[in-house]
């Protein structure tokens, strides 16, 4: 079971979430970084500013969602086999439930939707790069 107050739980979950949004918000923003580097060279340079404002971008994506629950948009408790704490995914109302899949839309879906088109392109680029050396 939890062993500690509700404070101390919904603090472990914000966490949680926080720093699990900004792994994969991370991810994605790299895994495009690299698909503009490989496949658009002209468009893919980055600097430390761009570097900067990525990582500020992802940051603060990370912690608008992280923060809705606090702010009454959607929940976080214990999980359900009480041993630790994370979202509510069990909805009670009509806003944690459109939390929850604004959630899943934007914070996984959407990031890995990105992360699958940057790498795809990046294999087609490749690909048809070695095809033209091939022929030469």
Known sequence: RWLFDQAVCTL????GVLF???SLASLTVLSTVCCLKVCYPAYGRCCRV???V???CVWAYALAFATAPLAEWG???PEPYGTACCI???AS???ATLYILALFIFCYL???LLILASYALILWTVRASRRAVRRR
């Open 12 to 15: 472990y979950a914000f966490c």
């Open 20 to 22: 699990g949004l900004c």
């Open 50 to 52: 761009h570097a900067a």
């Open 54 to 56: 990525l990582l500020l």
């Open 75 to 77: 929940s976080y408790g």
């Open 88 to 90: 509510t995914w069990e």
């Open 93 to 95: 109302s009509r806003e």
């Open 110 to 112: 959407l990031p890995c």
